[in-house]
């Protein structure tokens, strides 16, 4: 059943609100998640080994070897699932426009030692301050 065109204007409204308040969540979630299909052969290979090693280790009685089987199939499983390394992709903002329209570079964010709830409390806040309330 297709949407009626007051709910595709909420959607649009909802979608512009979200690329306005989270862009990073926005472009995340809009971004298209293909991870290349020789990176499951190589994972599945891989997992594979490893349960080989493990049913050795097993079956001869040498604990290390199914120890080392079960590394190799984490190590395996763990590299499927993992988001690759993008290369010179950098995250964040490149720049400020300042008030004359010029873009001045964005300095580096400094990690401070803090903990994950400071942090999340934080971005609460920050949104909080943003959103008016």
């Not at 862009?23 to 290349?36: D, E, I, K, S, V």
Request: aromatic content about 8%; glycine content about 12%; proline content about 7%.
């Amino acid at each position: 059943m297709p949407l009626s065109e007051y709910e595709q204007r909420v959607l649009e409204q909802m979608e512009r609100q979200l690329t306005s308040d989270d862009p990073r969540l926005a472009n995340t979630l809009t971004q298209r998640g293909h991870r290349p299909f020789g990176r499951y052969v190589i994972a599945g290979v891989g997992a594979s080994v490893g349960l080989l090693l493990l049913v050795l280790g097993a079956a001869n009685g040498l604990p290390w070897l199914g120890v080392i089987g079960f590394v190799v199939m984490f190590a395996a499983v763990a590299f499927a699932f993992a988001a690759p390394q993008r290369s010179g992709h950098r995250s964040g903002p490149r720049g400020v426009v300042q008030s004359d329209g010029q873009v001045k570079p964005a300095t580096p964010p400094t990690r401070q030692k803090s903990s994950f709830m400071s942090r999340l409390e934080e971005r609460w806040e920050r949104r909080r301050g943003e959103s008016g309330h």
